[in-house]
């Protein structure tokens, strides 16, 4: 009789445990398929240079809470509304959008080996049911067939590539993402120095969870050696893996702060190593201490207001090596590191078109992304496919001054000058420090002019709707040392790039509820 009462109440017990656990996840499903996240385009495509601009004007949000993080292009607060498409497809609706392009253009002068015109095929496919966002983007252009690190074949008529293609749920306070796809991180929409949009995209696992307070993101990524035999000395056929994790601090509206540590590690067999996979480890201290192989970048990244929403200060430093004594010879290197800053002036003209007035600075250092020999012939370079993981060049410096303004009806305007110099050594540059006469653990000395270039520039943008879009860039630039060979003065240097994109942005069908 005891033991059929006490089972007897345990039954309505569990019973209870049971209804609540159903109680608790229907209001978790509730409050998970209720939630929906802004409607957005592909990161490359013909509207990023006006979303470029509107990030400048501080008009535009990313997926990302803190603007830390690049993943495709919002609708903003700046030209017509019809470039964006959202008056078309309501963001809490489910669809299926479909964006086909085509455009060509003229590039003069051109490299000797490569022709003055260029044409582009573009298509944009998206899919969003509730929570579930599934997205390809194919690029064919002519343009692959004169890149040395094009992953397939130069020779075939076209060349193209599938540059997204993910699946990505999303909930109330971030998202989980699988797939193909391309990004930066950062404040700058368009670069990053520890991980940019720059190289070929690459398939990956990510994923985010953001308060008002903070934002989380952890990346995964493994390179596949039998597609990246630039990015080791001796084409070794190693396991290649990157990952990468971010942290951004929210401070009111007026400040974020924010620390991201990145790593380029390899396995010769079995699992990757998992100190580095492990989202909560601190890679510094992992890697400073030898605990675990890999080429460590550690960013630090803000965007400020000082005093007023009318001025922006933000930028990103970047630390590939940093020494805490001199007890071994590879902690008598130079440092590398990279700065990338902007200031940002809204409308310093009381004129009735936004203005804006930018001042800008960036430094890579010599020894940027680049390893020992020992450490390349391991896979450890910070490229993929032979292409830097964060900025295209290295070894220079540039300092810049801006004017843009902006048309709500279909124009824009935007001025430059600048000066910048520029060494040899690229992600991909050895240290040789294998070879007899050159100390082991420390980069070789090198001796060669910088090219020095003084460039004024100019960019018109139009558009009609979401059918045309025209882009015209002129630039006059005055270099000395062209390529890094010595010269006794400054040589004109020419450019006119025009682009005529077609597109049809109109196609969109409503998916049942």
Known sequence: MILKSFLKQYWLFSNVIQRIKIILLAVIISIVFTSFSAYGYQLKNWRQAYFTLATRFDLAQSLSKSNMFWDD????????????????????ENFWFIEPSIGGGLLYPSDKRKKNGYNNIGLFNEIRYRNILIRQTADIDSRYKYDKFYPAHRNRAMQGRIDEA?????????????????????PFTDRSLVLSSYPYSYDAFEWEIHTSLFEFRHLFSPFNYKRSNWDT??????????????????IGEWITLGITETVVFTRKEGLPDLQYVNPMSIYTVTNTNQEGDGNLMLGFQWKVYPFTKRLIFKGQIALDDFQVDNEKV???????????????WLDPFNIPQRNLFRAEYSKRSEWLYTVTDANGKK?????YLGKSLGLPLIDGDKVSIGFDIVGNNFWAFSYDFAYCRQGANTALTRWKDSEPGNEKGLPIETDYPYENRIETSMQALFYYKNYVDLKLEVCAGWIKNNDNIKTRSFEFSPLVDVTLTLHYS???????K
């Open 73 to 92: 292009l919002r609708s903003v607060y700046l030209f017509d509304s019809s470039l964006w498409n959202k008056n078309k497809v309501s963001e809490n």
């Open 233 to 250: 000395d001796n084409n070794s056929k190693i396991n290649r893996y990157l990952t990468a994790h971010s942290l951004n601090i929210l």
């Open 379 to 383: 896979g450890e370079r910070y490229t």
């Open 506 to 512: 109109n196609f969109s069908v409503k998916l049942p």
């Open 330 to 344: 590879t902690d008598q290197e130079p440092a590398h590191w990279g700065c990338d800053i902007g200031l940002f």
């Open 166 to 186: 993910y699946l990505q749920y999303n909930w109330k306070y971030g998202f989980l993402r699988l797939g193909r796809m391309n990004r930066n991180w950062g």
